[in-house]
């Protein structure tokens, strides 16, 4: 199965062309994909680009993977009904049990990735634009506090960092 063909997988996915086998790797894949991608916004939580839009992304993303989740369970279940029947291959069914292995494994992660996603989406507030701030003070206010609001800013995140550090220990 090529990459592109996994690609496609999530439309057939939806449609039912494939086998619920083919399905099923075809959603841990995406699943993982997605998951990977979620990660990298999480990290991204508490740095100059953790912004409005990222958390939107970030709950959006969210919403994705439980979809996909949703759609990959059905399938593993369809999977491991016809594991149940006579005459099936024990090929088959060894795959099924490495591909339900899989899908857990991947389900484990999400769960470590949004649990870090929580953490870091209290301790820090997201970063707002300089044109915000510029708009809302004159330019001598914003000369005299300029200085002042970039080293509080340094402090603020630095502390909320240790708080972080601290409560995972």
Do not use: C, W
Not at 56 to 63: P, Q
Request: a positive charge; glycine letters at 4%; aromatic letters at 4%.
């Amino acid at each position: 199965m090529s990459f592109q063909d996994l690609e496609a997988g999530r439309r057939d996915l939806i449609s039912g062309k494939h086998d619920p086998t083919q399905a099923v790797a075809s959603g841990v894949f995406q699943i993982n994909t997605a998951v990977s991608a979620f990660r990298r916004q999480v990290n991204a939580l508490g740095t100059p680009k953790d912004t409005a839009e990222l958390r939107e992304k970030l709950h959006k993303t969210r919403l994705y993977i439980g979809n996909l989740v949703k759609d990959t369970s059905e399938r593993l279940k369809q999977a491991s009904e016809t594991d149940h029947q006579a005459g099936v291959n024990p090929a088959k069914k060894i795959a099924d049990a490495k591909l339900a292995k899989d899908f857990q494994a991947v389900l484990k992660e999400f769960q470590k990735a949004q649990r870090l996603a929580a953490e870091k989406e209290t301790a820090y507030a997201p970063s707002v634009p300089q044109t915000v701030l510029s708009s809302s003070y004159s330019a001598s206010d914003q000369d005299i506090n300029a200085d002042k609001s970039s080293e509080q800013r340094v402090l603020l995140v630095e502390s909320r960092r240790e708080q972080v550090l601290l409560a995972r220990k």
